[in-house]
């Protein structure tokens, strides 16, 4: 079967950083994506990785490892407004999106 | 303007009712989606559609019927309503066509509560 885990809920301090884990076993892989949902509101897009190695924007970075089943999103200089749930996706060999359950990320003052 | 949006944002109601959910994009874009959020927060594709044809059609019970009057809209008509199906319902498109990996973006969602 498909299956996308990440870790359920992370606390880190405002001004850290922190890297959110995501492993995957799906059939057929065309690209992992990151997305940001804020409680009550829509996730909306964060990062896109298909190749090894890692893609910086901004304060937050994507990795992908496609030989592990493994990428992290990593957050630097974390602001309170960062405290959300970060949801993994992989997208499989028919195009369509596999969804982890989400990081619920806490931000501490 | 709103990119996805969908109305109602709250939809409570009986069981048994019917009900539905409306979906309109103005990207431009080619592919629809329907999402089920539970309570445990996954994220489940139900239906997609591109140009107005149904792409994908998950295992979701017969009660569900998505219509696409035109590629800019997507509604959602659900028949007797049960508990279970008590979720945020999330409303999604991209630009091209299935087969060609582009990021979906979504609705701000439908809290649908079933009493």
């Known amino acids: 079967g498909q299956n996308i885990d990440q870790p359920t809920e992370m606390t880190a301090t405002e001004g850290a950083i922190v890297q959110i884990n995501c492993t995957y076993q799906?059939?057929?892989?065309?690209?992992l994506f990151w997305y940001q949902q804020h409680a009550g509101e829509a996730p909306t897009f964060l990062s896109y990785n298909v190749l090894d190695g890692l893609e910086e924007k901004g304060r937050f970075s994507s990795f992908l490892s496609r030989s592990k089943g493994y990428s992290y999103l990593l957050l630097k200089e974390l602001q309170m407004k960062d405290s959300a749930s970060y949801l993994c996706?992989?997208?499989?060999?028919?195009?369509?999106?596999?969804w982890g359950a989400g990081t619920k990320l806490i931000i501490k003052p | 303007d709103t990119a996805v949006s969908q109305t109602p944002k709250y939809l409570v109601t009986q069981m048994g009712n019917d009900k539905s959910i409306k979906c309109e994009q103005n990207l431009g874009h080619d592919t629809m989606y329907w999402y089920k959020q539970d309570s445990k927060k996954f994220l489940k594709i139900m239906f997609s559609y591109n140009n107005k044809e149904l792409i994908i059609n998950e295992t979701v019970p017969n009660r569900f019927s998505p219509k696409s009057p035109d590629k800019a809209h997507l509604n959602l008509h659900i028949n007797s309503l049960e508990l279970g199906d008590s979720a945020v319902y999330f409303c999604a498109s991209s630009p091209r066509v299935a087969g060609v990996v582009e990021t979906q973006y979504f609705g701000p969602g439908t809290r649908l509560l079933v009493l």
């Open positions: 996706a992989v997208m499989d060999s028919n195009y369509q999106l596999i």
């Open positions: 799906t059939s057929g892989f065309n690209g």
